[in-house]
């Protein structure tokens, strides 16, 4: 039976608790179930479940939804766990069986995908009838949950899922451990009750449990006896001062966060105003071990630290120095909650803004917009502070070193360039062999009192530093001279003739494709280079083969087009591929893309 809680709100004791909120003779359902609720609801007057609003993932929550999808009902889901839901079947497929590591609960994911009408948005405010309910993503139980936050009735409820299932006590310590022997949700649930503690709620709804009355007494207990089980695991001893003081002084106007995966920077106007120096999983309580979306969480945590304590009114620009996740993950949140402005280097805008084109590590799952694109090697101003970009390659092609003055300091955002003298290059992140050679002279030209950086604690330049990177730059190109063979065919350091862009595609039937191929001739004299495109059957690439004739060691780009055949069947990830021959010598198949044909 439908137990009331209030005049317009009802809780169903299923495999999961299903709160009933009521308007007139309609109903939003947070959570679902096995779908039983939807035989009672006639007994309050309600005709029709406008939606079903989900707290999480897990198979008690919804393992019925297939009921309400079939009933015309429309479902959300977390953005962060829309996969688990839409693509479902695609997670069985894939999942890892044997020599797994991971302990995230993704096993107790929806047998069958669940098509949703919508992702809920964290900190976006949604209504139903007269009521508005904030989404609060509340990490612990899974990466992704969310609280959903609102007055019903007079009181301010929070439907927590399984954040909480009682005053010190939780529903699954199991859930918690996202890695091997991990203590990574734990932490998240002790931030995530506190945060919650802070927006005042008088109810909390669990999804297993009672009602609880007194959230800040509940709050209390529960972190405590979080705590005490982190300190005897020893895992994240730091939480709770890292929550009380989130960012440190690098200047008096240059904050570090000293919480999050990739350290971010603050830069501090006179005005109140604030700049970051990139954004990507702030208060970080510990990586789960699979990188999929659902196991990664940007939130806006310290934020709120940034205002109280230092006095900032905006977050105005948010500048990255790279394109990788841990770096970018929370920008597009800043842009949607705090109105932040993207400013983007210019040579590396378009990854953040169409990352399908790109086969490179460590891209963010969404299309980031940006605002203005920044010249490389032009002043640029904001607010009282003048600053310069520099193309950074290394640690990626796609990345940039930012020298300003701060309190009369020199100062340089590297990103991951180094971490101290060490040299931080990933092949797949688009590498060359002279690049840290190259960065060691811009470092040494800029001569920075100061180098900030992503993984390490800033660096004061002490005297020597500037040789040591002259030397390690040179050290490493030798080694690469040396092992690869560059007098037969020189690759470069990624050791590929081509690359292909778009990576990711998505087409129906019937359609065309335009694709550019960056190739590069291999030798140090003129060649005349064939790519040939490789395409499933029935496909045709017009041209068939390009031609063109290349410079010594020359790189550039040619088009070709694919054009799709009507009857071609739907399919995922279907493999193109690109077979280079340099002046009548084969070097196979050495760019790839991936297209997915869709009937829409």
Not at 361 to 372: A, G, H, S
Request: charged share 25%; hydrophobic share 40%; net charge negative.
């Amino acid at each position: 039976m439908l137990q009331p809680i209030s005049d317009h709100l009802y809780r169903y004791e299923d495999t999961c608790n299903v709160y009933v909120v009521r308007h007139g003779e309609e109903a939003l359902l947070i959570d679902f179930g096995s779908g039983d609720v939807l035989d009672l609801l006639g007994g309050i007057g309600v005709k029709r479940a406008a939606a079903v609003w989900m707290t999480h993932f897990h198979r008690d929550q919804g393992q019925g939804l297939r009921r309400a999808v079939e009933a015309g009902i429309s479902v959300f889901a977390p953005q962060a766990e829309q996969e688990l839901f839409e693509s479902a079947d695609e997670h069985w497929q894939s999942l890892q069986l044997y020599n797994n590591y991971s302990g995230r609960q993704d096993r107790f994911a929806p047998l069958g995908s669940v098509p949703l009408a919508g992702t809920l948005k964290d900190y976006e405010r949604r209504t139903f009838g007269p009521w508005t309910l904030t989404v609060v993503p509340t990490p612990g139980h899974t990466p992704g949950s969310v609280t959903f936050l609102g007055e019903i009735d007079g009181k301010r409820q929070a439907f927590t899922g399984d954040l909480i299932a009682a005053p010190g006590k939780l529903w699954s310590l199991a859930a918690t451990q996202w890695t091997y022997n991990g203590g990574e949700g734990l932490a998240a649930t002790a931030a995530s009750l506190l945060d919650l503690k802070d927006r005042q709620p008088d109810v909390l709804l669990p999804s297993h449990g009672r009602p609880i009355g007194d959230p800040s007494r509940a709050v209390d207990v529960t972190v405590e006896r979080i705590r005490e089980l982190l300190a005897f695991r020893g895992h994240n001893p730091r939480l709770l001062s890292l929550r009380a003081q989130p960012y440190e002084h690098v200047t008096e106007h240059l904050l570090r966060s000293r919480a999050s995966f990739a350290d971010y920077y603050v830069l501090l106007s006179r005005s109140g105003k604030a700049l970051l120096f990139d954004f990507g999983y702030d208060f970080m309580t510990g990586m789960a071990t699979e990188t999929v979306r659902a196991a990664r969480r940007p939130w806006l945590y310290s934020i709120p630290a940034l205002k109280r304590d230092y006095g900032v009114t905006a977050i105005e620009v948010v500048l990255p120095t790279h394109y990788h996740d841990d770096h970018v993950a929370g920008i597009n949140l800043l842009r949607e909650v705090e109105g932040t402005a993207v400013w983007v280097p210019e040579h590396f805008a378009d990854v953040l803004e169409r990352p399908h084109r790109y086969d490179l590590q460590c891209l963010w799952f969404d299309p980031i917009p940006v605002d203005r694109r920044l010249p490389i090697g032009e002043p640029i101003r904001w607010e009282e502070y003048e600053m310069t970009l520099y193309e950074l390659p290394g640690h990626t092609k796609y990345a940039a070193a930012i020298a300003l003055e701060v309190d009369g300091k020199r100062v340089l955002v590297a990103g991951d360039q180094y971490q101290g003298t060490r040299t931080n290059y990933v092949y797949r992140n688009r590498f060359a062999m002279t690049d840290y050679s190259a960065s060691a002279k811009r470092f040494r030209e800029l001569a920075p009192d100061v180098i900030v950086t992503g993984h390490a604690e800033p660096l004061w330049v002490y005297p020597g530093y500037f040789d040591e990177l002259d030397e390690r730059g040179a050290e490493l190109e030798r080694l690469h001279r040396e092992l690869l063979p560059l007098e037969e065919a020189d690759l470069g350091a990624e050791g590929f003739a081509a690359r292909l862009e778009p990576y990711q595609s998505t087409v129906s039937p019937g359609e065309t494709i335009a694709f550019e191929a960056e190739a590069i001739n291999p030798f140090s004299r003129t060649a005349e280079l064939e790519l040939t495109p490789v395409l499933p059957d029935g496909w045709r690439a017009e041209p068939p083969v390009v031609r063109e004739t290349f410079g010594p060691n020359e790189t550039r780009r040619a088009s070709f087009i694919v054009r799709i055949p009507p009857e071609a069947e739907p399919v995922r990830r279907a493999r193109i591929a690109l077979d280079v021959t340099a002046d009548g010598k084969r070097f196979g198949q050495h760019a790839e893309a991936v297209m997915t044909v869709r009937r829409l």
